[in-house]
Nanobody, 123 residues
Framework: QVQLVESGGGLVQAGDSLRLSCAPS??????MGWFRQAPGKEREFIAA????????TYADSVKGRFTISRDSAKNTVDLQMNSLKPEDTAVYYC??????????????????WGQGTQVTVSS
């Protein structure tokens, strides 16, 4: 059974940090991505990491504040979020791409999704 399980969400204040983890199982994913979706908005790309090269891609809105990484020992893909802002409030999803597609920022490049974890940043 293929699963992506996110953890680490919560309620924090502006300027705080939070670390999200995604634990994939059942298949090998060649690209892992993080997306978020705020109420009334479309799902937005945050970051992605390619398994073969370690290449990382970030959305401009989080560049310099968020860091995506792979923990091979734990088999997780983590998203370290620093200097959080109220506009970062959303449900955060991890996603897995089985084929290693080039367009990592597109939701259609991913085959499996986690259930999401809520991140709320208060001002």
């Amino acid at each position: 059974q293929v699963q992506l399980v996110e953890s680490g969400g919560g309620l924090v204040q502006a300027g705080d940090s939070l670390r999200l983890s995604c634990a994939p199982s059942g298949r090998t994913f060649y690209v892992m991505g993080w997306f978020r979706q705020a109420p009334g908005k479309e799902r937005e790309f945050i970051a992605a990491i390619r398994r073969s090269t370690g290449d990382k891609t970030y959305a401009d809105s989080v560049k310099g504040r968020f860091t995506i990484s792979r923990d091979s020992a734990k088999n997780t893909v983590d998203l370290q979020m620093n200097s959080l802002k109220p506009e970062d409030t959303a449900v955060y999803y991890c996603a897995g791409d089985l084929l290693g597609r080039a367009k990592v920022a597109q939701t259609t490049s991913y085959d499996y999704w986690g259930q999401g974890t809520q991140v709320t940043v208060s001002s």
